[in-house]
Nanobody, 116 residues
Framework: QVQLVESGGGLVQPGGSLRLACVAS????????MAWYRQAPGKQREFVAR???????NYADSVKGRFAISRDNAKNTAYLQMNSLKPEDTAVYYC??????????WGQGTQVTVSS
């Protein structure tokens, strides 16, 4: 079974930057579509960004121009570079993988707090 482990969260001031990483187990990482979601207290989990197996990307309107998703297949890792962070970006960020079978897997989440 696919296992995902996120890292890189923490406390950052508004306008700052942070890079999240998601390391996946298994030997078929290159066949996974990868995505990031986030969930703030009292809110629904929402889509942030995704990258397909060909490198094509999509972003939520709220993060376009500020966040960038990427992947390194040799390291079985997906990244989320977050720049110009705002207080409303505060949430637990979750890594998501979708297999060709359309089965989905989730990481445990990493906390991102943007505050002065």
């Amino acid at each position: 079974q696919v296992q995902l482990v996120e890292s890189g969260g923490g406390l950052v001031q508004p306008g700052g930057s942070l890079r999240l990483a998601c390391v996946a187990s298994g030997s078929t990482f290159s066949r996974n579509a990868m995505a990031w979601y986030r969930q703030a207290p009292g809110k629904q989990r929402e889509f942030v960004a995704r990258i397909d197996t060909y490198g094509g990307t999509n972003y939520a309107d709220s993060v376009k121009g500020r966040f960038a998703i990427s992947r390194d297949n040799a390291k079985n890792t997906a990244y989320l570079q977050m720049n110009s962070l705002k207080p409303e970006d505060t949430a637990v960020y979750y890594c998501n993988a979708v297999r060709p079978s359309m089965l989905q897997y989730w990481g445990q989440g990493t906390q991102v707090t943007v505050s002065s």
